[in-house]
Each structure stands twice: as structure tokens, then as C-alpha cells.
């Protein structure tokens, strides 16, 4: 007899989990509808930053699903579960269209969402500073919070302040796309930048949807603040920090399946239902590409079906 037969080999050892699916939380329990909405497959990874992204400035500190569980948050009650959009300013003709922007919130957290009537610039208690590189008016952000506080209706999960206006978060910054409070669930964005005219440059063909699509992201992305997630880190994923114009393009406008666990958490929506209502609002906002992620993702919450997308 070999005496190494009396001695067989330890089995292999599993290869680690990486911290991006571990991240997402256990599942094994949940009804196959919901694994499937949280399975990573398909999801890309977060890339190594570059020098100027917002990873490779600022030091995000991870939050995963068990850790948002953990953290004192914000979730919709009966009684205050409406989210507000409040115009702040001028808005021309070229300016993403509100009831657009409305039906976009209302896909993406399954929630009713109201728009309040606009309110002018100088109502707003809040510094304002002129940029040194554009020329252009600033809001201070934070002091834009403060004022929404005051303002927050009864029934109101959140409060989001929609503006032309560019705005900086400290004097330190050359500017924000937005802010959001992850506590007192008021936030605001700036629509300024993301339009090319703003710095004087030609619109390129198709400059609307481009429009349409960056303002969606820093709607849905400071919203998600509201509900008390912080920055992403572990995938590609609308809820990631950015840096700079090109880096937010380059976010998609869904979110991760760690973040959508997360809003899931807070909201409890049949997320098949949410991806159907995503789809159809952004195909007919143009946003082609994820209309077909949002379509594809449906069948394969409902079904267990993957189509090409």
C-alpha cells in the first residue's frame, strides 16, 4: 500500500470573495425575484481611478450593504413618503423638461414625486460668489441646504432644489454638481454644466439627450444620498463620486447591486416593476443604451432569462 494513500490531499481551498460581492450581502434566503435583482453578474467592477477622479482625491470610505443597515438612515413612512423637486431660478427652453425629470425619480425609487412652484434666486438664503474661471454666479451649497430645511412639507421624504445656477460646497472649490444632506433629506443640483453652451463651446448633435442623461444622474445620484448612502466604491454605479464632467459620462445611470439593495431596503419595491417603469422612461428620453439594460434586467429578474443587451 502507498502511504500517501493514507494521507490524501487537503481539498482546496475557495477562492476568496471579493470584497465587491461580498459587499452585496447574503442572499441565499431571499425569494429567487430578489436574488436575481441583486446578482452581480453583468455589473462591472470600479476601475483604478485616474489621477483626477474622485477616488484618487478623495479617501471614500466603503459602505456595504450591512453597513448601511447599521447606520442611522432614512426610509419612507406612510405618512412621508412624497419626493419634491423645487425650481430654483430661470430656466430657458433648452433646460431638461421637469415632468421628464419627475417621471425619471419616480422609476428610479418607485415613489410620488411632486414639483413645487418655482421660486426666484433671490429668494434663497444662501452666499453667492462669482467664479474666477467661468465669471459666472455660484450658490453656496451647503447654505442652500440650510434654507430647504425650513421648507420641507409634512409629507415629504425629500426635498430637492433643481437650478440653472452653478454652485460650489466651500470656498476652497471650483464647483459641485450637487449636494445632498445623507440625515435632513433635502438636496440640491445644478443643470449650469451640463450643458456645453454653459462654457461657451457648440452643442454637439444629439447635446439634449447628453443633457437629459447628466441631469438624471445628478438627480437620481444625490437623491440616493438622501436616503443615506454614501458614495460608491465597489462598482460602476450611479450613486459613485465624480470628479469631473468626463467621469460622471462615464457613470451609468443605474445603480450597483450593492446601492440597489440598499434603496430596496429603504423602499420595498418589486424591482422587475422598477426596471419595466425605467425602461420606458428612458427610451422615450432617448437614453437608448439604458432603456435596453433596464429591459434586459427585467426579464431576468422576472424570468431568470438573460437577453442580449
Same mark, same amino acid.
Given at each position: 500500500m502507498n502511504p500517501a494513500s493514507l494521507h490524501p490531499?487537503?481539498?482546496?481551498?475557495?477562492?476568496?470573495?471579493?470584497?465587491?460581492?461580498?459587499? /452585496?450581502?447574503?442572499?441565499?434566503?431571499?425569494a429567487p425575484e430578489l436574488r436575481r435583482a441583486f446578482d452581480h453578474t453583468g455589473f462591472e467592477p470600479m476601475p483604478e481611478p485616474g489621477p483626477d477622479d474622485w477616488l484618487a482625491r478623495h479617501a471614500e470610505k466603503p459602505q456595504s450593504f450591512t453597513?448601511?443597515?447599521?447606520?442611522?438612515?432614512?426610509?419612507?413612512?406612510p405618512q412621508r413618503n412624497l419626493i419634491y423637486l423645487l425650481p430654483v431660478g430661470i430656466f430657458p427652453a433648452s433646460a431638461p423638461p421637469f415632468a421628464q425629470l419627475a417621471?425619471?425619480?419616480?422609476?428610479?425609487?418607485? =415613489?410620488?414625486?411632486?414639483?413645487?412652484?418655482?421660486?426666484?434666486?433671490?429668494?434663497?438664503?444662501?452666499?453667492?460668489? /462669482?467664479n474666477e474661471g467661468t465669471k459666472k454666479r455660484q450658490l453656496l451649497a451647503p447654505e442652500v441646504l440650510g434654507w430647504l430645511r425650513k421648507r420641507l412639507p409634512d409629507d415629504a421624504f425629500g426635498l430637492v432644489v433643481v437650478t440653472m445656477e452653478d454652485l460650489y460646497p466651500e470656498p476652497s472649490w471650483n464647483f459641485v454638481f450637487g449636494m445632498a444632506s445623507l440625515k435632513e433629506r433635502v438636496g440640491?443640483?445644478?443643470?449650469?454644466?451640463?450643458?456645453?453652451?454653459?462654457?461657451?463651446?457648440?452643442?454637439?448633435?444629439?447635446?439634449?439627450?447628453?443633457?437629459?442623461?447628466?441631469?438624471?444622474?445628478t438627480l437620481v445620484h444625490e437623491i440616493s444620498h438622501m436616503f443615506g448612502l454614501?458614495?460608491?466604491?465597489?462598482?460602476?454605479?450611479?450613486?459613485?463620486?465624480?470628479?469631473?464632467?468626463?467621469?460622471?459620462d462615464?457613470?451609468? =445611470? %443605474?445603480?450597483?447591486?450593492?446601492?440597489?439593495?440598499?434603496? %430596496?431596503?429603504? /423602499?420595498?419595491?418589486?424591482?422587475?416593476?422598477?426596471?419595466?417603469?425605467?425602461?420606458?422612461?428612458?427610451?422615450? =428620453?432617448?437614453?437608448?443604451?439604458?432603456?435596453?439594460w433596464s429591459a434586459a434586467r427585467a426579464t431576468w429578474i422576472r424570468n431568470g432569462v438573460r437577453t442580449v443587451r
Open positions: 490531499a487537503p481539498a482546496a481551498k475557495p477562492a476568496p470573495v471579493p470584497a465587491r460581492v461580498a459587499a /452585496i450581502g447574503y442572499t441565499a434566503p431571499l453597513d448601511y443597515l447599521r447606520a442611522d438612515r432614512n426610509a419612507p413612512s417621471k425619471i425619480v419616480h422609476a428610479f425609487f418607485m =415613489l410620488e414625486v411632486k414639483t413645487l412652484p418655482a421660486v426666484n434666486v433671490g429668494d434663497v438664503t444662501a452666499k453667492t460668489r /462669482i440640491v443640483q445644478s443643470f449650469a454644466r451640463q450643458d456645453p453652451a454653459f462654457f461657451g463651446e457648440p452643442r454637439p448633435d444629439g447635446w439634449r439627450t447628453l443633457a437629459r442623461r447628466r441631469a438624471t444622474w454614501t458614495h460608491c466604491t465597489y462598482w460602476r454605479c450611479v450613486v459613485a463620486g465624480a470628479n469631473h464632467q468626463d467621469e460622471a462615464r457613470s451609468p =445611470l %443605474h445603480a450597483c447591486p450593492v446601492c440597489l439593495r440598499k434603496v %430596496h431596503s429603504a /423602499i420595498k419595491f418589486d424591482p422587475a416593476v422598477r426596471e419595466d417603469a425605467l425602461a420606458t422612461v428612458f427610451g422615450r =428620453l432617448g437614453i437608448d443604451d439604458e432603456a435596453a
